[in-house]
């Protein structure tokens, strides 16, 4: 405890979908034979087929996931598909569907579908899943999820120091994973810099939704916003109307477009497929729980951008350099927003502990939930290209 007391202090320092629109097939530089035995091995031969809740020929978090996929597949020469658009009510209707395509492994890829999965695997055991966001490992689940937290802590430091109203904004989307958790750490991040902060935080998950959150959060004075949605219209706006921002999606490609992007934090899913698919290919595979980190390399932070102060970088690497060596963010005595104690100065919160994180702690101010009632149904009748 008094080895991170120390850490801080130095930081302090240096602060001063179904909808369904297409199961479209891609497969690596050798496809299975027709026999449907592998070319490798004498294996059967396997194909993934991946259910996508977002749209995936949109910049956005489902795009990325789906990029991922065919980055490690091409490396593996591993035959993929996917179907994206997919509501939990339709859920089952695309496994179905990709198994009459003839996948013999799939990926969930929104813990939106995390209790669906649960029901609808027991009636498939021919068939393993991994199911992203999901907890409970069975005999073909294999449970995937992240820390996605870990970078929100660095980024509501930096948020905090290129404040200048000491009030920074956070977009969350209630389809992601671990919204309270990723609020809290950004905002025990910003209170590095200033204890006397606000975290305002908004539920949102469309773009008018987000929208509207926009709005409350900017005439509540925040100065910086953190987005934390599938959806790339928060930072869109943000650049356009001149408002400093750090965003939970992957910019690497295009960052040199935003000028007034602080950081980015995004989680790299591509070698955790890839060791999936060897396994498989192997016949190997077997349903393991598997946590992304900032250690094992799934959760990555950029650089301090451009539009950052000086002196970002300096103190985005203390932060990094504590997540990467295993150093805990929820220690110590927490607080929540309403001035109940939840943990005393000795306590450390277990993983679980944190992903079921209900509450927000001490520093956040809620402004609202924006998305409407209607989000997550589908808009489009059944539709599947091959």
């Known amino acids: 405890m008094q080895k991170w007391i120390k850490l801080i202090a130095a930081v302090m320092a240096l602060c001063l979908a179904i909808c369904i629109t297409g ?3 891609e497969t690596g530089s050798s496809d299975s034979d027709s026999s449907g035995i592998s070319d490798e091995n004498n294996l ?3 194909k993934v087929g991946y259910i996508f809740n977002g749209d995936a020929s949109k910049f956005n978090f489902t795009s990325q996931l789906c990029e991922q996929r065919t980055k490690a597949a091409n ?4 035959e993929t598909c996917y179907i994206d658009k997919v509501s939990v009510s339709d859920f089952e209707e695309a496994v179905k569907k990709l198994a009459a395509e003839g996948c013999t492994d799939i990926v ?3 813990a939106v579908f995390a209790n669906v ?8 055991m021919n068939i393993n899943f991994i199911g992203y966001g999901t907890r409970r490992t069975s005999g073909n689940v294999a449970p995937y999820t992240e820390q996605i937290y870990q970078g929100a802590y660095v980024a509501g430091m930096v948020a905090a120091y290129n404040s200048d109203t000491k009030k920074i904004g956070f977009i969350g989307d209630r389809d992601l994973i671990y919204v309270n958790p990723t609020v809290n750490a950004a905002t025990l991040g910003m209170q590095l810099v200033y204890t006397d902060a606000v975290m305002y935080g908004a539920g949102a998950t469309k773009d008018d ?3 509207k959150a926009l709005q409350e959060l900017l005439a509540k004075g925040c100065d910086v916003i953190i987005c934390y949605t599938s959806s790339s219209y928060a930072e869109n706006y943000c650049e356009q109307h001149g408002i400093k921002f750090i965003t939970s999606l992957d910019f690497s490609e295009i960052e040199d477009e935003y000028s007034n992007m602080l950081m980015y934090f995004y989680c790299k899913r591509d ?3 890839l060791a999936q698919f060897k396994q498989m290919q192997m016949n190997t595979w077997i349903p393991e729980d598997y946590v992304g980190t900032v250690a094992n390399g799934i959760v990555n932070i950029s650089a301090a951008q451009s539009a950052a102060k000086p002196d970002t970088q300096k103190i985005m690497n203390t932060l990094i350099s504590k997540l990467a060596g295993g150093g805990e963010i929820f220690v110590g005595q927490l607080d929540d927003n309403t001035g109940r104690v939840r943990y005393v100065q000795n306590d450390m919160m277990t993983d679980e502990e944190v ?6 702690v001490k520093g956040v101010e809620v402004v609202g939930n924006f998305r409407n009632a209607q989000t997550n149904l589908p808009k489009n009748p059944l539709d599947v290209k091959t």
């Not at 490396?75 to 591993?78: A, D, H, I, L, Y």
């Not at 992903?355 to 927000?360: G, H, L, V």
């Open 23 to 25: 199961c479209d097939k």
């Open 44 to 46: 059967p031969a396997r």
């Open 75 to 78: 490396r593996c020469s591993m």
């Open 108 to 110: 969930t890829c929104n």
């Open 117 to 124: 999965l649960s029901s609808v695997s027991s009636k498939y």
């Open 209 to 211: 939704e987000i929208d």
């Open 271 to 273: 070698s955790y497929f």
């Open 355 to 360: 992903y079921a994180m209900e509450w927000f």
